[in-house]
């Protein structure tokens, strides 16, 4: 299987949280559309220093990040960031990568924009059995 790549837009939510009680208005809500690596390895969206900057994220916390060669780097985790891809939303945290490195669209964020991989056509899809709204597993008693 080849490299998968998705176009997504990553929005700054406290922007949105900031325009949705006319604080800030609809234009200055910073977004950025960008090209991201399908990751199923990945648990967290990544992105580099220049988005961070870009959008005007917040350091929330550092974390332990580990590369796919096995290098252990020391990372801001940064958000909250809202993820849109076609019909569907997800608002997750980022590690931030130094320099200029490629997004990576992780674990966390495919599963809450309830999408499926397809290895012969190469890109990312929105899941067939739901295809209108986002569909997430709830496990509970009901008795």
Not at 115 to 136: C, K, T, Y
């Amino acid at each position: 299987m080849g490299l998968i790549y998705a176009d997504i837009e990553l929005v700054n939510g406290s922007d949105l949280v900031l325009a949705k009680k006319k604080h800030i208005g609809e234009d200055e809500i910073r977004r950025m559309d960008v090209k991201a690596l399908v990751d199923t390895g990945a648990m967290h969206l990544t992105i580099n220093e220049t988005i961070k900057d870009f959008l005007g994220l917040e350091v929330e916390e550092r974390r332990k990040g580990r590369l796919a060669d096995g290098t252990v780097l020391d990372v801001e985790l940064t958000g909250p960031i809202k993820v849109y891809f076609k019909n569907r939303t997800a608002l997750v945290r980022a590690m931030v990568l130094p320099g200029d490195e490629e997004v990576l669209l992780g674990a966390i964020a495919l599963e809450d924009l309830d999408v499926l991989i397809d290895p012969v056509r190469q890109e990312l899809l929105v899941n067939p059995a739901s295809p209108d709204i986002a569909m997430s597993t709830l496990k509970g008693f009901r008795g």
